[in-house]
């Protein structure tokens, strides 16, 4: 078993420690072998009762009649971030990873976040979450979940909010799960801690969630490890970790990088349908337009550490207006295309983001820029309609973004060449 | 056991022609995965062959196996006119230079503790060619054509790049020695939508400027269809059915290959992922003990009695569209046993 582990080896150590402190209405220490495994159970709990605060047991409270899916009033504010800036010193000077991102989401909303490697998203996820670095870390902003301020709590806190209200997916299936702790193990864990579950119960929960994230043989899998599953079933599980507790916000950060485009559709799917049955908000974290597209009701375009473009995702598909949002579009091979059609692959790099250029970050990589964008930088600011924001001075499919377009067309900016000469082909 | 057949093979002058290769690992206790079984591929000049199917389906093990590490099991690999998997030793080490790899990831493929420069110049080092400054000059030229500046780059390390720039990287320590074949493996798999398309583009060029033979291995069928002239569908160590691109992708005609045409995302909202349906579910089966007959029936929606006891054989169903099932989407079923087996041409 691998209780028999820590009980070993914690009991020499854990008896001292108890001994000062002991009040007279535990056990005692010099009891018979088979009655000190309870012991130090009951003391790790001692340990853990008063770490949990009141806010904690009634939310707790609140959960149990709350856990199943229920029509909630929509529209209900869950997230709320607020000019977020997180920066890293590093030797060469500040990197900016996120700079000043506001957003918000509602319950049981979707949200897509895009951007190429580099562009702030996943430092995004993980501010939210708390999860940075001790050192070296610079932030600043607001992320209110339920009215609560979450930035500046300490890890001890945030652990009442981790996996119970929000939790997280990363990219990486097997990095993210535990190699030496069976697959059971892990999704009991928080079940027991943050549910106070008995061990029973939570054995009983974790083999239900296996089952609905759609692992055949549960019951099998719960003793085997990580390394033991395929990618697709590794992301499972851990989905069916992150969901275990009933998050009310799930961050899925780049889920489906790691995999293939079958199993990607599978997992998307499931995603959808386990936010969808759960009443859940999320967040979708991705590189790829194609994920998000048809998942989620909102899509936030990342660059350098900005949003630049946000609207719903009917709105952005069909009348974007940040040339960089038509560029990420524009660079995804499509099937219908007949083969050897050459794509349009956004010229240059993402800036450096210790060195951010003046003005539009884009500017240098953009078929539209023009004089202003290198001197002065776009606000985000909402265009024609309610819910569609953009920080561009020349946006697409405006009379200035194409009188922008022509005039360097005719100058021979090579990045307007480039983007043209690839839509004849496509066309 | 019935082969998978071989009617796909075309006539004539291949630059590379694999034959019946199979390829198995030993999984102790007398146990083998059977990673490769009795695929057949023909690549002319100047032909880029797309290789696609999930992880696990032996794609990259086939690239490898052409490439001789590791040895296949048995079949043949003739490349120019000479049977690769008989030759040993320097004779093999002769040939490899005409046939270069490049690998999914770009940053572990690379030594981290060498400078750019000397890792693209180690192949010409290697074969002797030129004196160290003329080797340089390649050099130069060489990254100049895949977009590198040899002076502003050429001294740093690869955890200065970026991943994109890594691949560039490797493709020109690929492209010095001027091969004839490249076999990409997964090249973009690990990149971003923004620098895969830049990467695509740079291989579409290098394979006009070098005239290549290509054979690109994927999983990504949007990405396969776009570089490919040929495309060949793997599944579980066999193949299902090859076809030219556009072909293949608007008239599927495998079960598997529908299905994975219909789990590419989507880039447009109208289309609800959820309606497509027809997505695989279930997992790859164990290439320890891979299933009687067809391999894909176990996950097949259409898959019958016959698909268990009956091991179809790859047909031409259409002018150049070959398919390896009994029960083709949009086509008569294939014919009883023994006019199939007549035609796979004495597989037995």
Known sequence: ?427 | MAGIGNAHLRDGKAMLRVEDLVVEFPAGRFRRVHAVSDVSLDVLEGETLGLVGESGCGKSTTGRAIMQFPRPTSGSVIFEGTDMSRLGGEELRRVRPRMQMIFQDPISSLNPRRRLRDIVAEPLAIWGVGDKSSRQQTVRSVLETVGLDYDAAGGRRPHEFSGGQCQRISIARALVLDPKLLICDEPVSALDVSVQAQILNLLEDMKARYHLTMIFIAHDLAVVKNVSDRVAVMYLGRLCEVAPPDDLYDRPTHPYTAALIASIPVPNPEIRPGMVGRALTAELPSPLDPPSGCRFRTRCPRAQERCTDEEPVMREIAPNHFVACHFPLGAPAAPEREPAAASAGGAT
């Open chain 1, 1 to 427: 078993m691998s209780g028999s582990g820590p009980v070993g080896d914690g009991e020499p150590a854990g008896g001292l420690a108890d001994e000062p402190g002991k009040d007279g209405a535990g056990p005692g220490p010099e009891e018979p072998a088979p009655r000190r495994r309870r012991t130090i159970r009951e003391r790790l709990k001692r340990a853990r009762v008063p770490a949990i605060p009141e806010a904690m047991e009634r939310r707790r409270l609140r959960r149990s009649v709350e856990r199943l899916p229920l029509e909630r009033p929509e529209g209900e504010l869950l997230l709320d971030v607020e000019d977020l800036r997180t920066s890293f010193s590093t030797p060469r000077g500040m990197v900016r990873a996120v700079d000043g991102v506001s957003f918000s989401i509602d319950r049981g909303q979707t949200l897509g976040i895009v951007g190429e490697s580099g562009s702030g998203k996943t430092v995004l996820s993980r501010s939210i979450m708390g999860l940075l670095p001790a050192h070296n870390v610079e932030r600043g902003g607001q992320v209110r979940f339920e009215g609560q301020e979450l930035t500046g709590l300490p890890s001890s806190e945030m652990r009442h909010i981790w996996g119970v209200e929000i939790a997280m997916v990363f990219q990486d299936p097997m990095t993210s799960l535990n190699p030496v702790m069976r697959i059971g193990r892990q999704i009991t864990e928080g079940l027991r801690y943050h549910l106070g579950q008995s061990a029973g119960e939570a054995r009983e929960n974790a083999v239900a969630l296996l089952q609905s994230v759609g692992i055949p043989e549960p019951e099998r899998r719960m003793r085997q490890y990580a390394h033991e599953l395929s990618g697709g079933m590794r992301q499972r599980v851990t989905i069916a970790i992150a969901l275990a507790c009933g998050p009310k916000l799930l961050l899925a950060d780049e889920p489906t990088t790691a995999l293939d485009v079958t199993v990607q559709a599978q997992i998307l799917n499931l995603l959808q349908e386990k936010q969808r049955e759960r009443f859940m908000a999320m967040i979708l974290v991705t590189h790829d337009l194609g994920v998000v597209a048809g998942r989620t009701d909102e899509i936030a375009v990342m660059y350098a550490g900005k949003i630049v473009e946000k609207a719903s995702t009917a709105v952005l598909f069909t009348q974007m207006r940040m040339p960089y949002t038509e560029a990420l579009m524009r660079s995804i091979p499509r099937v219908e295309d007949h083969s050897h059609t050459r794509l349009l692959a956004i010229t240059g790099r993402p800036p450096d983001l210790v060195n951010p250029p003046p003005g539009c970050r884009f500017a240098p990589r953009c078929p539209y820029a023009q004089e202003r964008c290198t001197v002065e930088e776009p606000p985000l600011l909402l265009g024609d309609t309610e819910d569609h924001a953009f920080a561009c001075w020349y946006p697409v499919g405006t009379k200035e973004g194409q009188a922008a377009l022509e005039r360097n067309l005719s100058a021979g900016r090579p990045q307007t060449l480039a983007a043209v000469a690839s839509t004849q082909v496509a066309s």
